[in-house]
């Protein structure tokens, strides 16, 4: 059972910026599909961002792309989502992601967009105002 704690939520302004970060309770350096989601009231969570360690490949959900950056830590062991230019429809509960099982990057992005990660965080809220 991976364990994760997510951190770094607040409330911004639109246009400004907040980091999120997530450690994790074993190592995931190698072959680990790491994820972001994050659900808005009323709305189904969505998967915003994911990597695939082993090869560091990543992708963006189309509503973040080039405002939101994922990242991992390798010396702090944690998991980081860097993002830039909020707007009010960022405005959602985040939660990390963690699946050992994935085994390639390709298999990664397929379940991070039905939401097959295993094991989730408490999440941290991020509210945008206008």
């Known amino acids: 059972q991976v364990e994760l704690a997510e951190s770094g939520g607040g409330s911004v302004q639109a246009g400004g910026s907040l980091r999120l970060s997530c450690v994790a309770s074993e190592n995931t350096s190698r072959k680990f599909c790491l994820g972001w989601f994050r659900q808005a009231p009323g709305k189904e969570r969505e998967g915003v961002a994911f990597?695939?360690?082993?090869?560091?490949?990543?992708d963006y959900a189309d509503s973040v792309k080039g405002r939101f950056t994922i990242s991992r830590d390798n010396a702090k062991n944690t998991l980081d989502l860097q993002m830039n230019d909020l707007n009010p429809e960022d405005t959602a509960m985040y939660y990390c992601?963690?699946?050992?099982?994935?085994?390639?990057?390709?298999?990664?992005?397929?379940?991070?967009?039905?939401?097959?990660?295993?094991?989730y965080g408490q999440g941290t809220q991020v509210t945008v105002s206008s």
């Open positions: 990597i695939y360690t082993e090869d560091g490949t990543t």
């Open positions: 992601a963690a699946d050992p099982t994935a085994g390639a990057g390709h298999i990664c992005r397929a379940r991070v967009a039905i939401g097959a990660l295993p094991h």
